[in-house]
């Protein structure tokens, strides 16, 4: 298949750099993909050392910006051109990361070539006047090189009429990307800063493109007169300087005069991660990489009609990862310097995951044949891991199969289902198990599983407990498939006495719930470089978009919920006996209590025997949407888990990810993984688990301050909704598909 990629040079190289690296991504993804560039850069080396092909056009978006051509006459003259390319090669899908000419798009509808761009956000108007466009409709998808939350709600309003929007996270230049990145030691590299000399990095980026960026130019220059004045020392540290320009740069734009400087670093992060400190403007691609490489910056904004330097310059600084020149850049860094805050600097960088391979991910599924992945799991589904099939359903780049001997699942889904009746014998309680009477049937399902894995060109296995794992080995064995397998807690606590050494061997990757969940899989032999914390997460739809901070009227009932199957982790029959014991002191309080399980008839004779029946009420078990009903309307949640006799535990239950979305108030032990998300006095209130006295005091609290605790509910819901929720979630959880196949 091929794929043509139209990608202009503004004032720098951003556009290239960024299409080359969504290339290269793409390269690695399908090997039946080619590739080939157009091109109106003065420097299409970079493309063709990367081992692409290029057309090369004659008019310069510099050329239009330095008005040296019209732009009437430079987007005439690109459209016409870059149609008889595309008449000559014939791509299946055009990228544009570019300015958008209608009649090109027109072109591709006529001749049925699926299109593709690429929308940064700019100015705020600019975006929004680009998004308004007739033209964008045509678009098969927009790729945004951002997260979701960094675009402004004005603009998010305005997509809301896209169905083909993808938001795929920064493209940036990087090395290889892996999940755990190379982070830079400062303890290390603070004591080599004692001997060695201040490593600062500065380019110009885009800056060196245009001529009347006098304010960058001026200041640099400024910067490298003091220093040479000063002996290149700042406050008696020898400094190192590496100067990148940029291709664009001509000489009188700065006085680099007695300094070396180089116009192209093919390693521009490498140079990044090992200065100590970087000098540079506030451009898109500058800043992603920037905080990528995690080192401290001193930024010199400057003015672009499209693009708000000023405020990602103001927003690095807010987050304390950089500084914004106000007078001098000698005085900032003598202030860094003088303060010691370079260390602090450095632990302020947000963490970047790039977008490289999701915007890989998202052509490729465009031109099709998506990666097809085998899910793993012998029951599929019990109702109440219904977060397991909101996971699937969240997969954008990955086509899941099921592959099950217990079919549960009740709702059309969007992927397929692999089972057959024939093997339901299988389900025994020797489970993961198999008695020798149903050898013969366990190697007919393996064999079975195996012919329809390789008959489909699946890549990747993955088993959804510790048990399906082994369950499922042998296709482990016979594919060569990697294997991913989620330990959730049951599988890990209830399971004790299985012995694990053998599938920790053969497994390339293991998802846990929780830093407690990792600790106790490295405790029974597991190599902790095999294990990533990965979150289940909720959907952040319209049921939860507003924090529910309204007030508790006085004289109104204070409703408490309990959430959960009926089975002893999940501490129902203590919650009851705290419930009993507060309303001794409380007369305005309510028990809501939704599941159903194996406990339920102890639980049901626990309520009915309660001095305060009439005030407990058991809905059994009930849909996702019913339980976020009865949620709204409930101001605490009460989640006592405990530790099972079998060893059974919890991971993190997602009854408090919701309750922290609605706003309502968590109240739990600190059992397992809760502590993780439940912060004392911060996102909710902590008790030692199964201390009753404890339990009753925490729940009073919330009771006699149910109207004083809004800020710990807005605490709660940012903190839920930046760690859990399930579209960042999957997004990262296909990065980790990703990383695996790329072995």
């Avoid at 090395?175 to 004692?194: A, F, G, H, Q, V």
């Amino acid at each position: 298949m091929k794929i043509l990629i139209h990608a202009i040079n503004g004032v720098g190289l951003g556009h290239i750099i960024r299409t080359l690296e969504v290339s290269k991504a793409l390269i690695k993804l399908r090997k039946d993909v080619e590739i080939i560039f157009v091109t109106n850069s003065q420097f299409p080396q970079i493309i063709s050392d990367n081992g692409f092909k290029y057309y090369q056009l004659k008019l310069n978006t510099k050329d239009v910006l330095e008005s040296k051509v019209y732009y009437h006459d430079y987007a005439s003259y690109n459209s016409l051109r870059l149609i008889k390319i595309i008449k000559s090669e014939y791509p299946d899908l055009i990228l544009f990361d570019c300015e958008l000419h209608e009649s090109v798009i027109d072109f591709c509808v006529k001749k049925h070539i699926k299109t593709s761009f690429i929308l940064r956000n700019k100015n705020h108007k600019h975006f929004d006047a680009i998004i308004k466009q007739g033209v964008m409709k045509k678009i098969d998808m927009i790729l945004i090189p951002h997260n979701k939350l960094d675009v402004p709600k004005s603009t998010i309003a305005h997509l809301k009429d896209y169905d083909t929007v993808s938001f795929v996270g920064p493209i940036i230049k990087t090395r290889r990307i892996t999940l755990d990145r190379n982070k830079k030691s400062y303890e290390k590299k603070n004591e080599r800063n004692r001997k060695n000399p201040l490593n600062i990095l500065i380019t110009f980026s885009a800056g060196a493109g245009i001529e009347d960026n006098s304010e960058l130019f001026s200041k640099v220059s400024n910067f490298l007169a003091q220093l040479k004045n000063n002996g290149r020392n700042i406050k008696d540290r020898q400094v190192k300087l590496d100067i990148i320009t940029g291709p664009y740069f001509k000489q009188n734009y700065c006085n680099l005069n007695g300094f070396d400087y180089k116009s192209f670093e093919p390693d521009m992060l490498g140079k990044m991660k090992e200065a100590d400190l970087i000098i540079s403007s506030a451009g898109y691609n500058i800043i992603n990489e920037i905080i990528y490489a995690q080192t401290p910056a001193i930024l010199i904004p400057v003015r672009r009609e499209e693009d708000n330097q000023f405020a990602r310059a103001k927003d690095m600084e807010k987050k304390g990862c950089a500084k914004v020149v106000k007078n001098s850049i000698f005085q900032e860094i003598e202030d860094i310097l003088l303060k010691n805050k370079l260390r602090e600097m450095e632990n302020k960088f947000p963490d970047i995951l790039p977008g490289n391979d999701s915007a890989a991910k998202k052509i490729s599924e465009l031109l099709g044949n998506k990666d097809k992945l085998a899910v793993l799991c012998t029951n599929f589904l019990p109702f109440s891991d219904r977060f397991i099939s909101d996971e699937l359903d969240s997969l954008q780049a990955y086509e899941p199969n099921i592959f099950c001997i217990n079919k549960e699942y009740d709702k059309e889904p969007r992927f397929k289902i692999f089972h057959k009746e024939k093997f339901i014998s299988l389900c025994t309680p020797d489970f993961p198990f198999i008695r020798n009477k149903h050898m013969n049937l366990h190697k007919a399902l393996i064999n079975w599983c195996t012919e329809i894995i390789r008959s489909n060109n699946i890549k990747l296995l993955h088993a959804q407990y510790l048990s399906d794992a082994l369950f499922f080995l042998n296709v482990k064995r016979i594919t060569n498939l990697p294997l991913i397998v989620s330990v959730r807690g049951y599988d890990l606590y209830t399971l004790r006495n299985i012995d694990y050494s053998f599938l920790f061997s053969s497994t390339d990757l293991f998802l846990v719930r929780s830093e407690k969940m990792k600790k106790d899989l490295i405790s029974k032999g597991c190599d902790q470089t095999k294990i990533i914390i990965h979150h289940s997460g909720i959907r952040f739809d319209n049921r939860f978009t507003d924090k529910n901070l309204s007030q508790c009227k006085d004289g109104n009932k204070i409703n408490i919920l309990m959430v959960g199957r009926f089975v002893e982790k999940k501490g129902t029959l203590l919650g009851i006996k705290i419930f009993n014991k507060v309303c001794q002191k409380y007369n305005n309080i309510q028990l809501n209590i939704i599941g159903d399980g194996i406990l339920k008839e102890k639980i049901l004779l626990e309520a009915e025997g309660s001095p305060f029946s009439e005030k407990i009420k058991i809905h059994g078990e009930l849909p996702n949407n019913n339980v976020i009903k009865i949620m709204k309307q409930s101001h605490i949640l009460l989640q006592p888990s405990i530790t099972a006799k079998n060893g059974d535990m919890e991971g993190i239950p997602n009854s408090v990810m919701e309750a922290m979305a609605l706003g309502v108030i968590v109240v739990a032990s600190n059992h397992s993984g809760i502590p993780e998300i439940v912060k004392e006095n911060k996102t909710g209130l902590i008790f030692k688990e199964g201390n009753l006295e404890g339990a009753v005091s925490k729940l009073s609290f919330a009771i006699e301050n149910i109207n004083k605790l809004q800020s710990m509910k807005r605490d709660a819901w940012n903190f839920v909704e930046q760690k859990f929720n399930i579209i960042k979630q999957t997004s990262l959880l296909e990065r980790i598909y990703d990383s695996i196949l790329d072995k």
